[in-house]
Every structure is written in C-alpha cells, then in structure tokens.
Nanobody, 121 residues
C-alpha cells in the first residue's frame, strides 16, 4: 500500500527527495509519516503530515532542513531533505496511521519498504 523511493548517496550539505506513493484510500483516511532506522537502534519518527487536520510534525533534529508535502494528484507524499548531515544516514520508511499523525512505532498501521539514505563525503 505504500511504496517508498528516492534514497541514495549524497555528500554533506546536499539534498534528496524521498517519495511515498500511496493508494487514494490511504491518502484519504491516513496520515503519512517518515521514520528512519540505523542498525542497532529503533525506528524514530522524522516527519508526518495529516490531511485531516492539516498538521505537520518534524523531529527537532530535522526541523528547518526537511519539508514534508503531499501531492494528491500524484497520490504521493514527499520528504524534501536539504542540508543533509552524516547523522541523517539511515534507512527511511514511510508509514501510515489512521487519520492523525503518530510517531509511535507501535501505533503505525502500515509500513512501506525502506529506502537507504547515505550522507558521506
């Protein structure tokens, strides 16, 4: 139900745009978020967007550098990542939670597959 793409290798200070393609039903009834995970650590919520109440969420570590947006016509949620840092290196997952944003891994209803982001010179 969720198809993530857009990861890659980028130098520090560079940019990437992640995409999460979803069904019409998912976009209508679920908030879409992005999580990331590095080996040996749990997944952490990075950003989320809810069409139901118009809210967005950003983790403190990415606020001001990442922007989440939704294109209804393309049924895709984007995560624009600018000024990337080595500590942003992780596998990024898009996820769906019913109606409102949630950054609690245990509350997520659907997960997409991961896409690897590597920030290195």
């Amino acid at each position: 139900q969720l198809q993530a793409s857009g990861g890659g290798l980028v130098q520090p200070g560079g940019s990437l745009r992640l995409s999460c393609a979803a069904s019409r039903h998912t976009l209508d009834y679920y908030a879409i978020g992005w999580f990331r995970q590095v080996p040996g650590k749990g997944r952490e919520g990075v950003s989320c967007i809810s069409r139901s109440d118009g809210t967005t969420y950003y983790h403190d570590s990415v606020r001001g550098r990442f922007t989440i947006s939704s294109d209804d016509a393309k049924r895709t949620v984007y995560l624009q990542m600018n000024n990337l840092k080595p500590e942003d290196t992780a596998t990024y997952y898009c996820a769906a939670h019913a109606v409102f944003c949630s950054i609690q891994v245990s509350e997520i209803d659907y997960w997409g597959q991961g896409t690897q982001v590597t920030v290195s010179s």
